[in-house]
């Protein structure tokens, strides 16, 4: 079955340390991956996508992610976390099978930045 | 604001009472998308229309919800005597042309079935 997995409900992470979220996926073939956060009272904002090509991505607001094809991952990175960067983080998948177009989302991560 | 529009923000209703929420896209995109997110979930996708074909619909998509996009513009999503389980986040996105392009989304209306 396609899944989307974030293994960890929260992640905690002093100023100005590095942050990883986690993401892994499981399917056949090769899915398009894509990161959102979601402020309080707010829409799921797109940070970074990989479709193809450089198994690193550079997204907004300084995020980047690893793609990672034989571990099926995509781990959402961020060298130097701000206390602006808590909010919750959804990793999503777009399977390539038949005309499926929907994102299928991660249960989501919850970043606490401290300060 | 050009981003994805959504009314109303916030629905209250009592069970077995109908709703209706539309969405807004942005101009250009003639991909629109209907979630659902609970707390403590990620979204769930409900159906999917290009232009005002509806063209794909989820299992969760029971004979009690209905979503049209008559002109491929905007869109609404009804709720026919809905149930206390219906209460959730309903949010809307859309997107342009290719599958590879990211969907944005909009504020979500907020549902609570007493």
């Known amino acids: 079955a396609q899944s989307v997995a974030q293994p960890e409900d929260q992640v905690n992470v002093a100023e100005g340390n590095p942050l990883t979220v986690k993401c892994t996926y499981s399917?056949?073939?090769?899915?398009?991956l894509f990161w959102y956060v979601q402020y309080p009272n707010r829409g799921l904002q797109f940070l970074l996508k990989?479709?193809?090509?450089?198994?690193l991505v550079k997204g907004s607001y300084g995020f980047e992610a690893e793609f990672n094809k034989s571990q099926t991952s995509f781990h959402l990175k961020k060298p130097s976390a701000l206390v602006s960067d808590s909010a919750l983080y959804f990793c999503?998948?777009?399977?390539?099978?038949?005309?499926?177009?929907?994102?299928?989302f991660g249960s989501g991560t919850q970043l606490t930045v401290l300060p | 604001d050009t981003g994805v529009s959504q009314d109303p923000r916030h629905k209250i209703t009592k069970r077995g009472q109908n709703v209706t929420f539309r969405c807004d896209p942005i101009s250009e995109h003639n991909r629109l998308y209907w979630y659902r997110q609970t707390l403590g979930q990620g979204p769930e996708f409900l159906t999917y229309f290009q232009n005002e074909a509806q063209l794909e619909k989820s299992r969760l998509l029971s004979d009690r919800f209905s979503a049209e996009r008559p002109k491929g513009s905007f869109s609404t999503l009804e709720i026919q005597r809905t149930e206390q389980g219906d209460s959730a986040m309903y949010l809307c996105a859309s997107s342009l042309g290719r599958s590879d392009n990211e969907q944005f989304f909009g504020p979500g209306t907020r549902l609570t079935v007493l």
């Open positions: 399917v056949s073939g090769n899915p398009y």
């Open positions: 990989y479709i193809t090509g450089d198994n």
């Open positions: 999503a998948v777009r399977f390539l099978s038949g005309s499926a177009r929907q994102l299928t």
